[in-house]
T-cell receptor, first 120, second 111 residues
Framework: GAVVSQHPSWVICKSGTSVKIECRSLDFQATTMFWYRQFPKQSLMLMATSNEGSKATYEQGVEKDKFLINHASLTLSTLTVTSAHPEDSSFYIC????WGTGGSYNSPLHFGNGTRLTVT | ELKVEQNPLFLSMQEGKNYTIYCNYSTTSDRLYWYRQDPGKSLESLFVLLSNGAVKQEGRLMASLDTKARLSTLHITAAVHDLSATYFCAVATPTGNQFYFGTGTSLTVIP
């Protein structure tokens, strides 16, 4: 149980274009999803907390106009990287918890398989 | 912001040996988690530690939590090659829902 699906797994785009990444909870509902960014051989950096039906909460230093988050349903959150530049190339991972929709307060994060974005 | 540090960052060990990875965090938290990440892959949940003195074991891995010292350890017993991966600890904020990750420990077990 608690499967998170992320799509696409990898994407290559040209500088200046926008890219949308989808994150779905397949067998549970998630009022909150989280978006992380990971550079090679580094830790995960929390970018934003995506809240169903309301605005996302962004971490300090993360440009909300650059990384648009939409959480329109209890099973889907999207991250759009707008006007992508080579420095946006990274591994983006979404995650969700079952807490709040039947799961325990202590439940861990369940992660999608990640999206490797390369901006040329 | 809650800060989470791990050491060592890199660990190369021979099969059969024991070693411990340390995770320190900066503020009070009631939940600590350990994850494993294989190269190019996502994260797999290993342990959930919820109280002072908590100890969890799964196979050759054992995790513990000391909330007073704000320290968690991941002990590896008689390492095998299959344990080669990057291990992350993550701490959940006490009043919120955010998880902050440690710097990661890249473990390589040498035959």
């Amino acid at each position: 149980g608690a499967v998170v699906s992320q799509h696409p797994s990898w994407v290559i785009c040209k500088s200046g274009t926008s890219v949308k990444i989808e994150c779905r909870s397949l067998d549970f509902q998630a009022t909150t999803m989280f978006w992380y960014r990971q550079f090679p051989k580094q830790s995960l950096m929390l970018m934003a907390t995506s809240n169903e039906g309301s605005k996302a909460t962004y971490e300090q230093g993360v440009e909300k106009d650059k990384f648009l988050i939409n959480h329109a349903s209890l099973t889907l959150s999207t991250l759009t990287v707008t006007s992508a530049h080579p420095e946006d190339s990274s591994f983006y991972i979404c995650s969700a918890r079952t807490w709040g929709t039947g799961g325990s307060y202590n439940s861990p994060l369940h992660f999608g398989n990640g999206t490797r974005l390369t901006v040329t | 912001e809650l800060k989470v540090e791990q050491n060592p960052l890199f660990l190369s060990m021979q099969e059969g040996k024991n070693y411990t990875i340390y995770c320190n965090y900066s503020t009070t938290s009631d939940r600590l988690y350990w994850y494993r990440q294989d190269p190019g892959k996502s994260l797999e949940s290993l342990f959930v530690l919820l109280s002072n003195g908590a100890v969890k074991q799964e196979g050759r891995l054992m995790a513990s939590l000391d909330t007073k010292a704000r320290l968690s350890t991941l002990h590896i017993t008689a390492a095998v090659h299959d344990l080669s991966a990057t291990y992350f600890c993550a701490v959940a904020t006490p009043t919120g829902n955010q998880f902050y990750f440690g710097t990661g420990t890249s473990l390589t077990v040498i035959p």
